[in-house]
């Protein structure tokens, strides 16, 4: 595969990823020879907040396991296709003792 096939396949996962997630905003940075992946929550309350890798299995793994941020009474699909409902004043079910965070943040 040319190096042209390569770029052109990194940035198919990258769109896919976005289309599948689409409360990260996602992207790719060279670090010297190295391209790494970065994820960073569109809106305060999603978790994690930042995911940096190399590899797109697992960035795609870690945000799979995510729950999906939704407003209270609001409907949402999960990503397992599963709709679930928050009631009014509820908690937010990912609102526990751990942050929940891979990689790092400014």
Not at 28 to 51: F, N, Y
Not at 97 to 104: F, I, N, Q
């Amino acid at each position: 595969m040319s190096d042209a096939d390569e770029r052109h396949a990194r940035q198919r996962e990258i769109a896919d990823l976005q289309q599948d997630f689409p409360g990260y905003r996602i992207w790719q940075e060279a670090m010297g020879d190295r391209i790494q992946l970065v994820a960073v929550r569109r809106k305060a309350g999603t978790s994690p907040h930042t995911l940096v890798t190399t590899d797109v299995a697992e960035l795609r793994a870690t945000l799979a396991k995510s729950p999906p941020t939704r407003q209270a009474g609001e409907q949402v699909a999960g990503y397992d296709g599963a709709v679930t409902e928050r009631a009014e004043g509820s908690r937010h079910a990912g609102a526990s003792g751990s942050s929940g965070r891979t990689g790092t943040s400014p």
